[in-house]
């Protein structure tokens, strides 16, 4: 499994997030997206509506339509009611329940950058997981930095 962590440094979330789950998305594949603040969850929802003008991407909130029918499912907890095998925290908190997915995408921020480090190390000692640290130039494109 591998696990990309993301420090935002430049771009926020919102603006990140739609991307790569267009990328999952166009590849075949579902995406869970996890947080525990109601918000932010609310902000990823209309984030996904208009990604681009031309179209959307297909999700949903958890419990709030047919989650198993969802490419993308915005919930607070990491239980993939719609059969993601990828998963991206999007309140910069660690989950070990992210290790039974394929791929997980760890955003954090400057706020969050001590529990991040916490979870790289901790992630350093289980076998079959491949870290990748990838960190925002001042373009706002990504940089892998380990």
Known sequence: MRVDFYH????PLERVLPKIADKVVSGGERLLVVSAQEAQRD???Q?????SPESFLPH???GRG?????PILIGEGAEAANGASNIALADGVWREEALGFARTFHFFSEDEIAAARTAWRQLGDVDGVERRYWKQNERGGWDQAA
Do not use: P
């Open 8 to 11: 935002l440094t430049v771009t």
């Open 43 to 45: 902000l990823l929802d």
């Open 47 to 51: 984030a996904l509506w208009a990604f």
């Open 60 to 62: 949903a909130q958890a």
């Open 66 to 70: 047919e989650d198993s029918l969802q």
